[in-house]
């Protein structure tokens, strides 16, 4: 499937492209990076660059998983990633994202997300989106409630890393929640 061209207030929103694998090292090259989500390698030089845009591209394809790099409208910047993994049945969704250091505490986590959540629900037509942020990962969790996703608990051992588990906190969003949220926000 082809990934459209999202558009928020300071981020194009696309697909990934050969144009990026200069780039990806300098933004996904990152101990906590690596730490703190499933499939970002560490260390990540040019080959990790080049298997990771095959393996992107492989699992739109399948629509397995939709991988969406967000740029600056300022500078063209590449800046991480934003992903949705889809369900066996394709009806639900579990949000990850990743965003270089450089560009921390910006909000661009929660921007890019946020738009990652209305192609979830207004395109794809999913019923739930969910989405986990280890207990270690403070800055995660804010992410999700900055999006006003609900929080469903910790969940232990929700989360492997090098054999290690570890607790995360589950969120969720429903369509209807969706929806009610973006009601409110307009009033
Ligand atoms: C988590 C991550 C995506 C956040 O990106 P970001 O663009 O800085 O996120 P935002 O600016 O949109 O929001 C982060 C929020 O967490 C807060 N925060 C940052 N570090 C924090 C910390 N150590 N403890 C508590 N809150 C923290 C920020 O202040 C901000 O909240 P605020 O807007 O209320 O001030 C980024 O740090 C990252 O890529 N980390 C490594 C990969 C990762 O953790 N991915 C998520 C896997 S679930």
Known sequence: MELPRLETERLIIRAPCEGDLQAMPGVFHDPDIYAYTRNIPYPYGPQEAVNALARYTRLAAGGDAFTFFPELKSDGA????VVLAMSKDRKSAELGYAIG??????????EASGAMLKHGFESLGLHVINAHAMLRNPASSNV???LEMHSAGVICDACEKDG???????????CEQWESAKRSAAE
């Open 78 to 81: 590449l800046i991480g990633l």
């Open 101 to 110: 250091r450089q560009w921390w505490g910006n909000g661009y986590a929660t």
């Open 144 to 146: 999700l409630r900055k």
């Open 164 to 174: 290690e588990h570890f607790d995360a906190e589950g969120f969720t969003m429903s």
